[in-house]
C-alpha cells in the first residue's frame, strides 16, 4: 500500500506560480514512477507530467515550458513547479503512485488561476 498527500495548492493570479508536493508513505520502495494528474470542472482527469524511477519525464502538450516535475527520493516526496500559470491550468491537481501493477491516488489539492 502507497499513501499519497499532496499540498502546495491555492490561488494565484496569471502569470504567477505555484509548487506542488506529494509525500509519499507506505510500501515505497515499490514504486516505479509517478506523475501528477488534473481535472476540471465538466472535464476528464487527464495526465500533466511524470517522472519513472529513473528520472525520465514527461508532460502534457499544454504544460511543456512551464510545468516542472522532480522526486525527492530521500524525502520520498515529488513536486510539480508551476511557472507562467494560465486561467486554463485551474482543476484539482492529483498526485499518482504505480507500484507493484496498481496506480494509488492522493485525494487531491485545488489550483485556481484568476485575477
Known amino acids: 500500500q502507497v499513501q499519497l498527500v499532496e499540498s502546495g495548492g491555492g490561488l494565484v493570479q496569471p502569470g504567477g506560480s505555484l509548487r506542488l508536493s506529494c509525500a509519499a508513505s507506505?510500501?515505497?520502495?515499490?514504486?516505479?514512477?509517478m506523475g501528477w494528474y488534473r481535472q476540471a470542472p465538466g472535464k476528464q482527469r487527464e495526465l500533466v507530467a511524470g517522472?519513472?524511477?529513473?528520472?525520465?519525464?514527461n508532460y502534457a502538450d499544454s504544460v511543456k515550458g512551464r510545468f516542472t516535475i522532480s522526486r525527492d527520493n530521500a524525502k520520498n516526496t515529488a513536486y510539480l513547479q508551476m511557472n507562467s500559470l494560465k486561467p486554463e491550468d485551474t482543476a484539482v491537481y492529483y498526485c499518482?503512485?504505480?507500484?507493484?501493477?496498481?496506480?494509488?491516488w492522493g485525494r487531491g489539492t485545488q489550483v485556481t488561476v484568476s485575477s
Open positions: 499518482a503512485a504505480y507500484a507493484g501493477g496498481i496506480n494509488y
Open positions: 507506505g510500501t515505497i520502495f515499490s514504486i516505479n514512477a
Open positions: 517522472i519513472t524511477n529513473g528520472g525520465r519525464t
